[in-house]
């Protein structure tokens, strides 16, 4: 496999992985481009992968989860709008998640949408976000509350970035990769779990392999309802408590790993509604725990109830009283629970506590 088809009602699109770093020809195959990289990625690449990028058509942009909002937005148009190029224009972003997300929001609304082409280099945005078609800004202190649906034309996938990335970042992005094995099914889930040792070793084939794995199983969940209404919502599996641990620990937890650990709660209050067998529970645990390497510098404040129950009120996806989990079943059927009382959410936040301090 070494392209997977994307359709979308924007424009299809594909993803093409590559094992030679020949890709980056863009700017000789096309007239008007501008590539745009995340700055520790060119520091680090500017020499070789990236030595071959014009000067003159290359922006490198300093980025960060603060800088993900309009103002840096409007420091690409004034970049792009003093340029010859118009709607003709291509922008070719290289980075991670932060990079895809303000590139793509400027590329979905100059001009009411130019050509974009986008290269991940980080495990998240290589084996989860490069095929969301979403792109999002914070707003104001809230995250990702503006955006636009627009996919890229092209992605191209060279999973040899991935040896650079800190140990941190590779974990974040391992939550969505382990999230998504399980979404796949029993037969995924353990093929990761034999795999895991040598994804945590940055075996690039293996990470390849696992990328591969995540982008189709995120596809079968997206098929049908690109704009978030249904089957899709299932791919938050993990991200309502995942959202409140990030909130009260003030992002400390990076999103990988506070979803990990949101997977583990939403497996307890499973199972405490039986939906969930012991063995199918310890099951799954021992792969969560063996891609969270992070548990042990977690704190008990980190799981104050008051703080992350009125956390979770806020989630914007919350109709109602109750609260919604999505949860996985022994069969590994995901399925949205939308009844779960305030008394079960404590009662399996105490016993997250007392699993994971
Ligand atoms: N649009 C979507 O569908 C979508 C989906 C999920 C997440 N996101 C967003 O993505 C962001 C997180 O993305 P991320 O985890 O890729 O983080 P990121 O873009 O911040 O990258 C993490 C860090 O790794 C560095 N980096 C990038 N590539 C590297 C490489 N090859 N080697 C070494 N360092 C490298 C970056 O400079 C950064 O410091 C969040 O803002 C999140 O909201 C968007
Ligand atoms: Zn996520």
Redesign the pocket.
């Known amino acids: 496999l070494s392209m997977i088809e994307m359709f979308s009602n924007i424009r299809n699109y594909t993803v093409r992985f590559s094992e030679e770093p020949n890709f980056l020809d863009f700017h000789e195959r096309l007239k008007f481009f501008c590539y745009f990289v ?4 060119w520091g ?2 500017s020499a070789d992968l990236l030595r071959t990028l014009p000067r003159d058509g290359t922006i490198v942009l300093k ?3 603060d800088r ?1 909002n309009l103002d840096t937005v409007q420091e690409i148009y004034n970049d792009l709008i003093h340029r010859s190029a118009k709607r003709n224009l291509t922008v070719i972003s290289i ?7 303000i590139t ?1 929001f400027a590329a979905s609304t100059l001009y009411r949408g130019i050509n974009w082409i986008f290269i ?6 290589q084996a ?2 490069c095929i ?5 800004l914070n707003y104001q202190g809230y ?2 509350l503006i ?1 636009t649906f627009y996919p890229p034309s092209e992605v191209y996938i060279y999973t040899p ?2 040896a ?3 140990d941190l ?1 590779f974990f ?2 391992l939550g ?1 990769v382990v999230k998504l094995h399980m979404m796949g099914g029993a037969e995924k889930t353990a093929e990761f779990k034999e795999l895991l040792p040598s994804v945590i070793g940055r075996d690039a084939n293996v990470l390849e392999r696992c990328v591969k794995n995540s982008l189709l199983i995120k596809k079968s969940y997206m098929e049908g309802d690109e704009f978030d209404t249904g089957k899709r919502n299932l791919l938050n599996f993990g991200h309502t408590l995942g959202h409140a641990l990030e909130v009260v620990t003030d992002y400390r937890i990076p ?2 790993q506070a979803v990990i650990i949101g997977i583990i709660f939403a497996n307890i209050a499973a199972r405490n509604r039986g939906f969930l067998s012991k063995n199918g529970f310890d099951r799954l645990l021992s792969t969560l725990l063996s891609a969270l390497p992070i548990s042990t510098t977690m704190a008990p404040q980190d799981f104050d109830e008051e703080i992350i129950i009125k956390a979770m009120r806020m989630d914007k996806k919350r109709t109602g009283e109750d609260f919604a989990l999505v949860i996985i079943k022994d069969d590994y059927t995901m399925v949205k629970i939308i009844d779960f009382k305030s008394e079960e959410i404590s009662r399996s936040l105490a016993e997250l506590r007392e699993l994971l301090l």
């Open positions: 995340d700055e520790n990625v680090l690449y980025i960060s989860e993900k980075g991670g998640g932060i990079l895809q997300d793509g991940p280099t980080t495990l998240l945005a989860d976000s969301g078609s979403k792109t999002s995250k990702n955006g970035f991935l650079s990335l800190t970042d974040s992005g969505e999103h990988g």
